[in-house]
């Protein structure tokens, strides 16, 4: 079970570019790398995932190094609306213990 | 379509009883997942039904909690003689149950409070 590890918290303004990064140095061959946003009294949403390399889609950006241990979620032009605890999980994606959710990491944006 | 959907949405209940918590996962999803979140904590996982295979009970924290799921439908998390420390957000969430990596839809939780 690879554990994670983020920072707790993290502020910025509207309209910069925020960069999380979350290290999972025991990262197994078959593992994906999944970020999931939770606003509060909501169940988290998913936000983006990959395995090596960078992806992309209409919310944010993810980039993994080629030895896949830390991995960045960049969200562009951060809105108030961005405000929410972001999570980085690391498994093979079919629940049991691998998806295991730390304390994810606090995004405060201020206008 | 319709999401995850879990009910009740609150319940506070007195220490000693039991409570019931229920999950409509999203139709066609054989994956289903529960999950605790204790207030500024991250989830916690409880347990995990794939298909018809026996479900992953590692993360039941004691005896007195359980879990049923018929089929691919409906699943019900049973606390029984709660406690205080049982007071938090219980989410459930459900996938294809297909390949890895997939996405867990998460339902919007039952907050319950232990008095």
């Known amino acids: 079970l690879a554990k994670t590890t983020q920072p707790i918290s993290m502020d910025s303004y509207e309209g910069q570019e925020v960069n999380i990064t979350c290290s999972h140095n025991?990262?197994?061959?078959?593992?994906?790398i999944t970020w999931y946003q939770q606003f509060p009294s909501q169940g988290p949403r998913f936000i983006i995932q990959?395995?090596?390399t960078k992806v992309t889609n209409e919310v944010a950006s993810l980039f993994i190094p080629a030895d896949r241990k830390s991995s960045t979620l960049s969200l562009p032009r951060v809105s108030l609306s961005d405000t929410a605890v972001y999570y980085c999980?690391?498994?093979?994606?079919?629940?049991?213990?691998?998806?295991?959710f730390g304390s994810g990491t606090r995004l405060q944006v201020q206008p | 379509g319709a999401g995850v959907s879990q009910s009740p949405s609150n319940k506070v209940t007195e220490k000693g009883k039991d409570v019931e918590l229920r999950c409509d996962p999203i139709?066609?999803?054989?994956?289903l997942y529960w999950y605790r979140q204790r207030l500024g904590q991250g989830l916690e996982f409880l347990i995990y039904?794939?298909?018809?295979?026996?479900?992953?009970k590692s993360g039941l924290p004691s005896d007195r909690f359980s879990a049923e799921r018929t089929g691919e439908s409906v699943s019900t998390l049973t606390i029984q003689r709660t406690q205080q420390e049982d007071s938090a957000v219980y989410l459930c969430?459900?996938?294809?149950?297909?390949?890895?990596?997939?996405?867990?839809?998460f339902g919007p939780g039952t907050r319950l409070l232990v008095l």
């Open positions: 969430a459900s996938s294809l149950g297909r390949v890895n990596g997939e996405t867990q839809y």
């Open positions: 025991n990262i197994a061959t078959n593992d994906y």
């Open positions: 990959g395995y090596k």
């Open positions: 999980l690391v498994g093979e994606g079919t629940g049991r213990r691998a998806l295991t």
């Open positions: 139709s066609g999803h054989t994956a």
């Open positions: 039904f794939q298909g018809n295979s026996a479900p992953d």
